[in-house]
């Protein structure tokens, strides 16, 4: 028997049939497993804490149950910032004291205020969560301009000793908290100055802080953590359409000479990409196969909440799973109606909030997220597959066997779809503008 889900423009979330027509577009598997499923899950941000606190206790409860329990999206590998980022209240790190380059006033008394409450919250619905963590900007007073969006980190000893430590101080306060955090991304976003907090890298500063200060580290305070090379963004644009360096050159001179260094990659678990960096995913796993790699952040939209703008993440997700991804992420799980950061771009969320009447409305990038997260399970095994509707589909075995079939379309007109494996084998109608998932 074949379950089958699909949403389109407004509406979301319906059960749909499978039938056994013929068809001769189809999806078919070669009999490859690829990489292995790690989680789906958002980033816990100031603002969307605080503007579900606007929210009617059972409405705010069901956001929870929605997101983090079993029966809704069950996310179960989340990000967290450390210090301040673009949807933080307003601006600050873990130690702003000039010079207290032995962190002796490191705290994360904000976090207690905000974030660690957000996380406890879906721990209550989610046990196992994971969660990896990584800076916008250090200590102002670590960086060559004292402020949080402009700048770069300080070249001397000292600064860079004590920026090693700041990531294993903010592992062990989490974990104080029972809030285990399993991964250190470096830097988030390093080819970009922000208005927001933020701190740029090239690739051989990069380097050198992994081998000779924060993998050194790392190792001799024994935390259970993995560092990662992410939060990566780039290349923006292609060189040949009037700007920005070649796609090439993006990858050696950033990936690729932090991952070549021998001393450098010994530190490093994996790689994670967002925004721009789905330009050079491809090239890095096919040098480095070895690694595990990740999507960290997904793209944000203008705050309308589109359908198309669903679509697209869909395709973002497509591509990631396709160039072995183990794992895609969304950005904003809650924020006010209308979306705006600190710094004023509106952004899209998987839930908004009217902050003046409570009311909680689920948007479509949520039905999408939920169309592969309530179903692909952690262990589960990418599929290789074949046919015409191979470029529209992903395909998910669970470790039970179960297969998770998503497909979906922005033709304008329907088209139908068939699925063939030996003995299992169905097909639907796709419609124009939507998303599918169907389990056997």
Known sequence: ????????????????????????DTLELTGVKKQEITGFGGCFNEIAWNCLQKAEINDRDSFFDELFSENGCDFNLCRVPIGANDFSLDWYSCDETEGDFELTDFNINRDK????????EALKRQKDMRIFASPWSPPTWMKTKKVYNYGVLKKDEATRKAYAQYFIKFV????????????????NEPFADQKFPSCMWTGTELRDFIKCYLGPA????????EIWLGTING???????GGG?????????????????KEARKYISGVGFQWGGKHSIAQTVLSYPELHYMQTESECGDGQNSWEHAEYVYGLMWHYFYNQAESYIYWNMALPEGGIS????????????????????????????KHLSHFVKRGARVLETKGRWASNCIVFENPDGQLVILAGSNMGSGRKFRFEDGNRSFSADIGSHSIHTFII
């Not at 600190?342 to 999408?368: A, C, H, K």
Request: charged share 20%.
């Open 218 to 225: 790392v190792e001799k305070s024994g935390i259970d953590a």
């Open 1 to 24: 028997m074949v379950k089958h889900y699909f949403s389109e423009s407004r509406n979301y979330w319906k059960t749909g049939t499978a039938g056994c027509e013929a068809g001769e």
């Open 245 to 261: 360096a070649p796609f090439s050159e993006y990858y050696d001179q950033f990936e690729n000479t932090i991952l070549s260094d």
């Open 342 to 369: 600190t710094w004023g771009w509106p952004q899209n969320s998987l839930v908004t909030v009217n902050e003046d009447t409570g009311e909680v409305t689920y948007q479509p990038e949520f039905y999408v997220m």
């Open 113 to 120: 205020a905000y974030t660690i409450p957000y996380i406890k």
């Open 172 to 187: 062990e306060a989490y974990r104080k908290e029972g809030i285990p955090v399993r991964q250190i991304h470096v830097q």
């Open 235 to 241: 290349p923006f644009i292609d060189f040949m359409m």
